[in-house]
């Protein structure tokens, strides 16, 4: 299992305005995976995408997978308060049951 | 569909003492099962996880054990509680297919006093 590692460790925009958040890792990977973790609580699953797979949506969230340059991007549009939490990335290689945690994007929505 | 349940959500706990902290799921069977910690600001150590009743692998020495009795239920344990064992628990669940995310709780706050 691996580690990604996220960039910005960490990001402040304004509510409305696009924010985006990067992640490189090492090896191949079977899945990359996307969570989100509100402040206290525990984190929630956004987003899997496949290692062939480049691009993936889910409402205001889209993620690219480039395995070339082994790296993901997660993009979310027209961003909320609400959207204020820390975003971590998880490269998954298939040979184990495990998956390992950056420390993440803290991302604050000013309103 | 599916839930996990974990508790209690916070705990106060003198130095020495013991611990046990419960996390079932519902709606699925033969789930995997996780326990991480997280200090605070920090990103998520991986304690402890299970592929099946009474299978348990240790990620890092430590002074917690963990079990699972039954097939939805996993336990965080210690006997006796160390001032570095604050932080925040949190159980999680994912399927048996390596494309199946995890599933979290809404973790435990321990502080060790």
């Known amino acids: 299992s691996q580690q990604g590692e996220e960039d910005p460790q960490a990001l402040s925009i304004q509510e409305g305005e696009n924010a985006t958040m990067n992640c490189s890792y090492k090896?191949?990977?079977?899945?990359l995976q996307w969570y989100r973790q509100n402040s206290g609580r525990g984190l929630v699953h956004l987003i899997l995408?496949?290692?062939?797979?480049r691009e993936k949506h889910s409402g205001r969230l889209r993620v690219t997978l480039d395995t070339s340059k082994k790296s993901s991007s997660l993009l979310i549009t027209a961003s909320r308060a609400a959207d204020t939490a820390s975003y971590f990335c998880?490269?998954?290689?298939?040979?184990?049951?495990?998956?390992?945690f950056g420390t993440g994007t803290l991302l604050a929505v000013q309103p | 569909s599916q839930t996990i349940h974990q508790w209690p959500a916070t705990l106060v706990q003198p130095v020495g003492s013991p611990l046990s902290l419960e996390c079932t799921v519902e709606g699925t069977s033969n789930p995997n099962l996780y326990w991480y910690r997280q200090a605070a600001g920090r990103g998520l150590q991986l304690l402890f996880y299970?592929?099946?009743?009474?299978?348990i692998s240790s990620e890092v020495p430590q002074n917690l054990s963990a079990s699972r009795p039954q097939d939805r239920q996993f336990i965080l344990s210690s006997k006796k509680l160390l001032l570095s064992d604050s932080g925040f628990y949190l159980c999680a669940w994912s399927g048996l297919n390596s494309n199946q995310p995890q599933h979290f709780g809404d973790g435990t706050r321990l502080s060790i006093l």
């Open positions: 299970s592929v099946g009743i009474g299978q």
């Open positions: 995408i496949r290692s062939n797979e």
């Open positions: 998880v490269p998954y290689g298939g040979a184990t049951n495990k998956l390992i």
């Open positions: 090896t191949s990977i079977n899945n």
